[in-house]
Structure formats: C-alpha cells, structure tokens
C-alpha cells in the first residue's frame, strides 16, 4: 500500500520566477472528519510571494497567512461535510497566472474511525523500544545521507531493530498475553548520534527510514488489530530535534522558545507548574527552557505551531489506526496548548485514550492534568489518563526496605490511600519499570521473589499494566543507570544471538519460570473483568502481610504479598465482608484448590493470586 501525497508540477514560462513546493503537511486528509477546519504548511522557496487558489465545492480555502520567512504559507481550508473522497487540484498564482498547482487528496475515512476504542484497563502494554528488540531488515541499517549509522557494539547507538522485526514478531507479543503495544518514537530522527531512542523527531510526518516506512507502519498496526493488538504511539509536541528540517528556516523568530537567544535549559521543576507562590520567571524557565541543546523548545503558543501539532496528532490516529498515544514530556508545553490538544483529539475520538507522562513522585501534581479534575486554579484537562509514577517509586521503596512500623509493604497501603486526590485512578497507566529507569529485577537485586512480588501487584492492581520489553525474561542492568544498557537488545531479535526468546533457546530455568509466570497472569488476566473494572478494597498491613481484594457481583479475586521468610498463618475472618460465602480458592499461577479454613497458610516470600468461589 502506498498513500502518498501527489504533486504537479505546472511551471510555465512566464518571466517570472518559478518557485516549487517542497513539502505540505499534513500531506493529505479525510472527509468525514469532526472538524471541519484544516491548514496546511506550504513550504518551499518564496512561496509566499504566491497566491493559493482552489475550485472546488468540497474544499474552500478561508484564509491565507504569511509569516516572516518568505519560504511559507499557512492555508486555511474548510472542508464540506459532504466532501467526496479524491484530489483537487490548488493554482499557485503570481500576476494572474499560474506559476505551480498540485492535488490535494482528501481520502475515505475508515467506518466506525471516530468511535474507536482506546486501551483501557482490559489491556496490558508491552513497551518497546523499537531500535532493540529485533532486526527484521538489515538492509534498512544504513541509510545513505542520515547522520548515524548501524552501530550494535556501542550502547547509545542505533543497533537495527526495525518495524519488520515487530511485525515478524506478533505471535510471540499475541502469544504471551499482550493486547497492546506502546512503541517509542518511531518518526525521523536524523541526529548525529543518539538518534536510536526517537525523542529528537526531525520529520513528524515521516517514520524513520532505518525502521522503515509509513506504509510498513500502518502494516503492523493493522496487522496487530487483528490479533486483538492495540498501538499506541509515543508523540512529542514539546521539542523537536535540532536537525530538525525548519530550524534553519523556521516560519517566524518565535516558532522555537529563546530562538537566537543564550542557550536556556529548564529547571525541570513540574511544582512551578501548580505553586500558588511560584516566581513568574521560575515557571517560564520551567516550560521555556529547553529539555536539552538537542532538543528545541517549540513554541505552542504561536497559534500555528499549536495547529499544526494537533493536526499532526490526529492524522496519525487516523492514518495508522491506533489506539492510543502516550505523551512525551507531559507538563513541559505551554499548559493551555496541552488542554487544547487533548480536547481536540477526545473531541474528534470520544472512546479514545491518551496517557501523559508526569515523573513526579508527588500525587497532587499528578491529579492536577487529569480530565475531571477540580483545580485550585481552575485549569481544565481533557487528559484521561497518566503514567502512575508514585505507584512505581513507591513499590521499588516497598519491596526493598525491611518491614517496620512506617516501611515496607505498609508503603504499598499508604500510597494507594492517596487514589483520594485523583479524578479516575482506574485509567492510569500502572508499571514496575519502563525506558527511562532501571530494570525492575535490577531494581529488586535481582530477588526473583521480589520480581514475581512486583509483576503479580501490577497485574492485578487497578489500572491499566504495562511492562517492558525483556522484563518477561528478567532482562537488568547490574551495576549501571545507563539507558544504553537499561534498552539492551532483546535475546533473538538478531542472526546469531545465542539466546533466542523467540524460539525458547538459551534461556536459564529462572528465566523460563518467569516468562511462564507472566504469561500465566496475562493469559487468565483478558476475561477477567474482575481485574479490568472491579472494586477494590485493601486491608492495613500486619505481620508483613498485605491484602487486597478485586471484586464485582459475581467474582472475587485475593491477592496476598508476604515478604516473610517463613510460613506464616493468615486469619481468614478478618477478611469476612469480602469473602462472603466463599468456600474454595483457586491459586492462579499453581492452579490450587485450597479449601477455606479459619486461617491461610501464607508462604514465606510469595505473591497469592486466589480467585474464591
């Protein structure tokens, strides 16, 4: 499938200087679409100097703007709500003639599109990092004229895995449980180095060659679909990359933050952000500041940045099928543009999700940019759900300090105690490690207890579980914070890996144990919807225990975490009001029946997963 735009190219020999278009974003559109408004980047070489003209009773061209490079026009266009599908061609007039015209296409918007469903807390989220987990297409390795090149042996370094090596790799992703797949940023980055992660987008219309293309892209995600995969794309809209194709002819001075200006990097202080007291120049450093020098600042207050962003959003939603963004960098952006953005998009896909990233470990500044949420300030959010950063840092601090009075489990209670402040906790995006921190077996010591501990909490907590690719397979970074080592490649994604997961070689007998371990929960986790919209109801830690419980009118699901050495007993009718009637429990990962006494016999260093009927 190709879907490119089609340009024509109508020079006539006038006299006059014959100017061409370079690109013109978005490339193409729908009809059908909620939002009749569209406007289009014109870039090339003194195009503003022209006049756009369109003949058309489908599409009406509105208003025509020019900023301060002459190498610009943004296009506003209204499209008719009874506009067919097909191009229609726009004149680029100069004194009454025609200097160039192209087609515009504006194509069939898929049936059922505005209604798609986003990931919910029926899901769970395999994470990849797209560069490491397979090579499906070394011939995409090297691409002549981008700045880096394959280099496996180096950690920060793009190592080959592609778009190919997904799709070659479903069954595996289907296999073990997963029903949707967040990818990092897969668009161009044609950086000088570092370029492997994807947060530096020089092209947002275009995926990045050495991953592949747009049409491979939309492959896998439709690919996917029908798996029952959901795709959730990774976006930035608060910086680009420095080799970003405007930088050097940006449309006016203020399109980047401190253009031109000394070099100013945020404080990365989120609190200025909500601070009653907040000095105004702390809180412009906060969202002004650049992340890195790599990383320019956009300008979302200029309302064309602004536009563009949301459409760009909205145009990978529709053109790849996806089921999800995650937004980069969440509180960085002007907070105005950030609740316009999230309002269009809920706007035109009402059922859709968007998750954003606030790493904080503070719950108010968390609640502050969900959608429901009642501020001090009255600042309003579309956004429905976040990454639930305190619930991870929590469980790293729980899970590792010895059982005390204010230590240990009992942390796990009283974080959970906060869900109070937040609009909708049941839509967060729950997890025991991502991209940007270490390995949650490194994080445990590599306690294999402590591993099975964190993955059975986050599996049946409420909210919506994600995992990182390899954590399956208890994939670390010893004695390293290193990124590069954090997003190591996964064991068989390349031709000669000794350790290949994919066709179950190599693998050490803890390594197996915990692959069947996550696969166990996921496989029993996607029909229970216990787990996906129960209550929840938990009960203070003793003895080094702690108890939750998931359950609705017909199920109800116990969940036990001891960190004890020993056997200890657990007495059942403190737990009454929730047990109910229940006579017989089900151990999920074992398959148990343990018949119900006055006590629970709680192995030492062990999660219980008990469904009770």
């Known amino acids: 499938m190709r879907l490119v735009l089609s340009i024509y190219f109508c020079l006539f020999t006038l006299g006059l200087h014959a100017q061409s278009i370079d690109r013109i974003e978005p490339p193409f559109w729908w009809t ?47 499209i008719s709500p009874e506009a067919r599908p097909g191009t229609h061609d726009v004149t680029f007039e100069q004194g009454g003639s025609v200097i160039t015209q192209y087609a515009y296409e504006l194509k069939s918007r898929e049936p059922g599109s505005a209604d798609r469903q986003g990931f919910n807390a029926s899901d769970v989220i395999y994470l990849i990092t797209p560069d490491r987990f397979a090579n499906g297409d070394p011939l995409n390795d090297e691409i002549a004229g981008m700045r880096e090149g394959k280099n496996r042996g180096e950690p920060y370094g793009r190592h080959g895995g592609d778009i190919k090596g997904l799709y070659d790799h479903l069954d595996y992703i289907q296999e073990t449980g997963f029903t949707a797949i967040w990818l990092n940023p897969i668009l161009e980055n044609d950086q000088a180095e570092q370029s492997y992660h994807g947060y530096a987008t020089t092209d947002y219309y275009k995926v990045d060659p050495r991953f592949g293309t747009n049409e491979e892209f939309v492959i896998l995600s439709g690919e996917a679909a029908k798996r029952g995969i959901g795709m959730i794309m990774d976006i930035i809209v608060n910086h680009c990359g420095s080799e970003h194709w405007w930088m ?3 449309p ?11 070099y100013m990097q945020s404080n990365h202080r989120k609190i200025t952000l909500v601070d009653p ?5 702390d809180r412009q450093q906060m969202v002004e500041g650049w992340f890195v020098p790599a990383m320019p600042d956009l300008n979302q ?29 969440y509180p960085y952006p002007f907070r105005e543009f950030m609740a316009d953005w999230t309002c269009a998009i809920m706007e035109e896909y009402p059922y859709f999700n968007i998750v954003g990233e606030e790493w904080v470990n503070n719950h108010a500044i968390i609640a502050y940019w969900q959608r429901g949420k009642i501020n001090h300030d009255g600042y309003t959010s579309c956004l429905p759900s976040l990454m639930d950063f305190p ?7 729980a899970l590792n300090e010895e059982e005390g009075w204010g230590t240990g489990l009992v942390k796990l209670y009283e974080n959970l105690g906060n869900d109070f402040q937040y609009a909708d906790p049941y839509n967060f995006v729950i997890f025991p490690d991502n991209h940007d921190m270490s390995r949650i077996f490194t994080q445990v010591n590599e306690d294999f207890d402590l591993y099975k501990m964190a993955l059975g909490y986050i599996l049946t907590m409420r909210g919506i579980p994600q995992i990182y690719y390899g954590t399956e397979i208890l994939m670390r970074n010893p004695g390293t914070s290193s990124h590069g080592i954090i997003r190591s490649d996964f064991p068989g994604g390349w031709e000669g890996d000794q350790i290949n997961v994919f066709k179950g070689q190599g693998l050490s007998s803890q390594q197996v144990e915990a692959l069947d371990f996550v696969k166990t929960l996921l496989q ?27 359950y609705n009118d017909d199920e109800i699901v116990m969940v036990v975490l001891s960190k004890n050495e020993d056997v200890r007993e657990l007495e059942l009718d403190r737990f009454s009001e929730r047990l109910g009637k229940s006579n017989i429990a089900t151990e999920v990962i074992t398959g148990t029946k343990i018949p119900r006494g006055r006590t629970l016999a709680v192995p030492g260093r062990s999660c219980l997963i008990l469904e009770w009927e």
Do not use: C
């Open 32 to 78: 059908g679409m909620k939002n009749d408004q569209l406007q289009l980047l014109v870039y090339g070489e003194d195009i503003a100097t022209l006049q756009p003209n369109i003949e058309s009773t489908d599409i009406k061209i509105k208003a025509v703007h020019r900023l301060t490079s002459p190498n610009y026009l943004f296009v506003d266009l209204e």
């Open 248 to 250: 050097k002819d940006p």
């Open 252 to 262: 006016s001075d203020d399109w980047i933050n401190n253009f031109g200006k000394p």
């Open 277 to 281: 007291y907040v000095a105004p120049a």
């Open 301 to 329: 207050r200029n309302p064309f940045m602004a536009t563009y962003l949301i459409q760009n959003s909205i145009w990978w939603i529709e053109f790849a099928g996806l089921t999800g963004i995650r937004q980069d960098t």
């Open 391 to 397: 619930m991870t840092m929590t469980m790293h601090q």
């Open 524 to 550: 029993w986790r996607k029909d229970k919807d216990v787990i996906h919209s129960g209550q929840l109801q938990h009960f203070v830690v003793q003895d080094g225990i702690y108890v939750f419980f998931r």
